[in-house]
């Protein structure tokens, strides 16, 4: 649905220890999902990305996991620093290449 | 490499005036071209698509209008502002597949109307 009305909820974590951002989507029809950072006055950059023939996909001290059966996706962030403090959006593709729906954005803050 | 290009940065308007706001995209061809707004403190809104020169798809009803007079051009516009079309106005693109890819946003332009 849509984001725009919403809050972004927020999460805090010490410097070191893991994040797990969370995404709920709700069209089953949606097979391919986009985890975005953005930090402060700058367009959203791409972090990872995950095809719904997967359940799981790792990058660099990233890693996403994908739920089909409720619809649930998460962004693991290994060894969280202050530098991956932003705010991070997970993006569905809803069939086709025409679009790309945006969920609402958590903001994630790394405590020193 | 492809780059894609958005001006300008910031832009402080009058209730009322006209917009035009420009995004180009270098490198590539045929790129699917995206309009997002961003509210502050808020998610991503897809306000319109294009698939080519002159097809434009818009998401929501709005003081706006897009355009693509050019394969690697896409403009926002507006007759007149409201202070409601104040936010993050973020230009993307993503290359034409059959299936979904990534979408590369440019840096955004501010725009306040006041």
């Known amino acids: 649905g849509e984001s725009v009305g919403l809050h972004l909820p927020t999460l805090s974590v010490q410097e070191g220890d893991n994040s797990i951002i969370n995404c709920a989507y709700s069209n089953s029809a949606s097979d391919y999902f986009i985890w975005y950072k953005q930090e402060s006055g700058k367009g959203p950059q791409f972090i990872i990305d995950?095809?719904?023939?997967?359940d799981k996909r790792q990058g660099q001290r990233v890693t996403v996991l994908l739920n089909k059966t409720v619809k649930h996706l998460s962004l693991q962030i290994a060894a969280t620093q202050p530098g991956d403090s932003a705010v991070y959006f997970c993006?569905?593709?809803?069939?086709?290449?025409?679009?790309?729906?945006f969920g609402t954005g958590t903001r994630l803050t790394v405590i020193p | 490499s492809q780059t894609i290009h958005q001006w300008p940065a910031t832009l402080v308007q009058p209730v009322g005036s006209p917009l035009s706001l420009e995004c180009t995209v270098e490198g590539t061809s045929n790129p699917n071209l995206y309009w997002y707004r961003q509210a502050a403190g808020r998610g991503l809104q897809l306000l319109f698509y294009s698939v080519g020169i002159g097809q434009i798809s818009s998401e929501v009803p709005q003081n706006l209008s897009a355009s693509r007079p050019q394969d690697r051009q896409f403009i926002l516009s507006s007759k007149k502002l409201l202070l409601s079309d104040s936010g993050f106005y973020l230009c993307a693109w993503s290359a034409l597949l059959s299936s979904g890819t990534e979408a590369f946003f440019g840096q955004g332009t501010r725009l306040t109307v006041v």
């Open positions: 993006a569905e593709n809803r069939g086709g290449a025409n679009n790309l729906f």
């Open positions: 995950i095809r719904s023939n997967m």
